[in-house]
Nanobody
Framework: QVTLAESGGGSVQAGGSLTLTCIAS??????????MGWFRQMPGKEREAVAY????????WYADSVKGRFTISRDNAKNTAVLQMNSLSPEDTGLYYC????????????????WGQGTQVTVSS
């Protein structure tokens, strides 16, 4: 069983940066077997994948809209996943969710078994 808690959202001006942190509560090193990722839901739009990172080889995937601006990382020893967001624009405004699943494909299509409550990111122009 894995539960997720996000933090680090807030308000920032365009061009600014925010760091989102997801802490997974898991027992017995379960976290190390999970792909971790971030989804976001922007106003009036469907939820979309932002980035994810695999558990063993730390392979990453990014949405085209965030490539070169966002970086996902993880620390298995601390059960954390971090999304560093730079050069933010108003189009990045939305509710950001941490997700986790043993099945990378299932996570990538938005059907991850574990979701956090979300943290709001607001970028003003």
């Amino acid at each position: 069983q894995v539960t997720l808690a996000e933090s680090g959202g807030g308000s920032v001006q365009a061009g600014g940066s925010l760091t989102l942190t997801c802490i997974a509560s898991a027992s017995g090193g379960i976290f190390t077997g999970y792909t971790m990722g971030w989804f976001r839901q922007m106003p009036g739009k469907e939820r979309e994948a932002v980035a994810y990172i695999t558990p063993a080889d730390y392979s990453t995937w990014y949405a085209d809209s965030v490539k070169g601006r966002f970086t996902i990382s993880r620390d298995n020893a601390k059960n954390t996943a971090v999304l560093q967001m730079n050069s933010l624009s108003p189009e990045d405004t939305g509710l950001y969710y941490c997700v986790a699943d043993r099945d990378r494909l299932r996570l990538s299509i938005g059907h991850a078994l574990r979701w956090g409550q979300g943290t709001q990111v607001t970028v003003s122009s």
